[in-house]
């Protein structure tokens, strides 16, 4: 049996913390078991999911933040290594920022433990501090994996290329396979019929994922057709600012904040059109879900090509406006009774979770 601490999961629901959970529950547990290390808070997502996948056992480990309690973390961060360091086989850093060393980094040595470094991101809100860790993180890594090339570039530099593993970000396409009940469903749930063209967007309320573009596009996009709604799902810091954004912008009667949502399958059969003109990201595992969910989708340049894995996916630059957008969107049509044909497509080109946890599974037998 192999045991792994993971390093990666936190109180939001994002695109690391789906990636960790989904990789867990397809796991084979009699072979791989994996304990979970957070910083910051005392509770994460996925957590009631994960205990109810190892019988209720303890799994997890919480910590204070290096950043904000830098003395309290690093006690308890030796508490916890001395306890527990000599148990894993692997400690599996999964993350975007180089930072995260600092909860592996003192203990690496110690207790002889190898690290993977996992990148899950493009870029960064702390640039010079990524620079600075970026040497340490090659340094002290025992293998690199990433999600795509920019994760690679971003978290390890262009020089690691040929030295990093890709590790595509599976999911169920089974479970992600358009429902026309469920659209029916989450459309009266919110008094949608199937004249309105439904816009949606999942993701975090931060500055990464855009929204204030997203606005300016539906704007446009309402011109354009009178039925059309926008639907946001998620939460985050920035969710009170877009409300505003809308209020000012009169829209809103057109957008619909529908929270957090962990059947997110249900919601992008309601919608029509997947919309996500990211700063930055790695490779976005709910625009693989919306593909297999047949649905179009239009990400930003800034996204790395390696999301185009169905014909349905367009790529358009954020320096095109806003009615540009608006224009290619309002002209995109995939009939319901064909959408349900590319979950096999996502399946066929190597982003089924199956097959994700096969590869990581290899990886960690490879001594």
């Not at 999961?9 to 695109?15: C, F, H, Q, V």
């Not at 960064?124 to 970026?134: A, D, E, L, R, T």
């Not at 919306?290 to 894995?309: D, H, M, R, V």
């Amino acid at each position: 049996m192999k045991k792994i601490l993971i390093i990666g999961l936190t109180e939001r629901m994002g695109g690391v913390e789906t990636f960790i959970y989904n990789t867990t529950r397809f796991s084979n547990k009699q072979k791989y078991v994996y304990d979970y290390l957070a910083h910051g808070t005392d509770k994460v997502v996925f957590q009631e999911e994960i205990s109810q996948f190892y019988g209720n056992e303890n799994h997890f480990y919480f910590v204070p933040s290096v950043k904000r309690n830098p003395i309290q973390a690093l006690r308890a961060l030796s508490k916890f290594y001395k306890e527990h360091g000599g148990e894993y086989d692997y400690v599996h850093l999964q993350t975007g920022a180089t930072s995260e060393l600092m909860y592996v980094l003192p203990f690496i040595n110690k207790y002889k433990f190898k690290l993977i470094t996992h990148s899950h991101n493009g870029n960064g809100y702390s640039p010079v501090i990524n620079s600075i860790f970026k040497p340490l993180v090659n340094l002290t890594s025992t293998k690199r994996l990433s999600c795509s090339n920019e994760a690679t570039d971003w978290l390890f530099g262009k020089k690691y290329e040929d030295n990093v593993e890709i590790i595509n970000n599976g999911i169920d396409p089974e479970q992600f396979t358009f429902n026309l009940e469920k659209r029916k469903y989450i459309r009266n749930k919110y008094n949608l019929t199937e004249n309105n063209f439904v816009v949606g967007h999942i993701g975090r309320f931060s500055e990464q994922k855009n929204h204030v573009f997203i606005i300016k596009i539906f704007k446009e996009i309402v011109k354009k057709n009178s039925n059309a709604v926008l639907m946001l799902v998620g939460t985050g810091e920035l969710e009170e600012s877009i409300k505003e954004l809308v209020k000012k912008n009169n829209l809103t009667d057109k957008v619909i904040f529908c929270g957090l949502q962990k059947d997110t399958a249900a919601y992008y059969s309601a919608f029509d059109v997947f919309l996500m003109p990211s700063l930055y990201e790695g490779l976005p595992i709910v625009g693989i879900e919306a593909q297999s969910e047949g649905l179009p989708c239009y990400f930003s340049t800034n996204i790395s090509e390696q999301i185009k894995i169905t014909k349905n996916a367009n790529l358009v630059s954020l320096n095109n406006s806003s009615a540009e957008w608006a224009k290619e969107i309002t002209e995109s049509k995939v009939a319901l009774n064909e959408r349900k044909e590319f979950a096999k497509v996502i399946t066929d080109n190597g982003y089924s979770i199956r097959g994700t946890v096969r590869k990581l599974e290899e990886i960690y037998e490879d001594d």
